[in-house]
């Protein structure tokens, strides 16, 4: 896929980058080979791969989905310069 300097300003305008003449024609060349070598994986043949979200197949360790409050609030409050029925008190912000 060719990018022709039009593509390079537009990109460069979008991304909020100045770049110069030289630049423009340079980022021609370097995008078109990059496009060109991401079309190079469309001829992989991924139809019997399937989708990866590791290197190392890993089965994360599964809990009970079980509501609990902690049972400890007064260990969390404890430190808390202002405390009211194991809730924090903060000073008002908005009127």
Do not use: H, Y
């Not at 980058?17 to 079309?39: C, Y």
């Not at 809990?63 to 009211?84: F, H, M, S, W, Y």
């Amino acid at each position: 896929m060719q990018v022709d300097e039009a593509t390079v300003r537009r990109i460069a305008r979008l991304a909020r980058i100045k770049i110069s003449d030289d630049e423009a024609r340079g980022l021609e060349k370097e995008l078109s080979g990059i496009l060109n070598w991401v079309e190079q994986l469309d001829e992989v043949d991924t139809a019997n791969v399937e989708p990866m979200t590791r290197v190392v197949a890993q089965e994360l360790k599964m809990r009970d989905d079980v509501v609990t409050d902690g049972e400890i609030a007064d260990q969390v409050t404890a430190n808390a310069p202002l405390a009211e029925d194991n809730f924090f008190v903060v000073p008002k912000v908005v009127e």
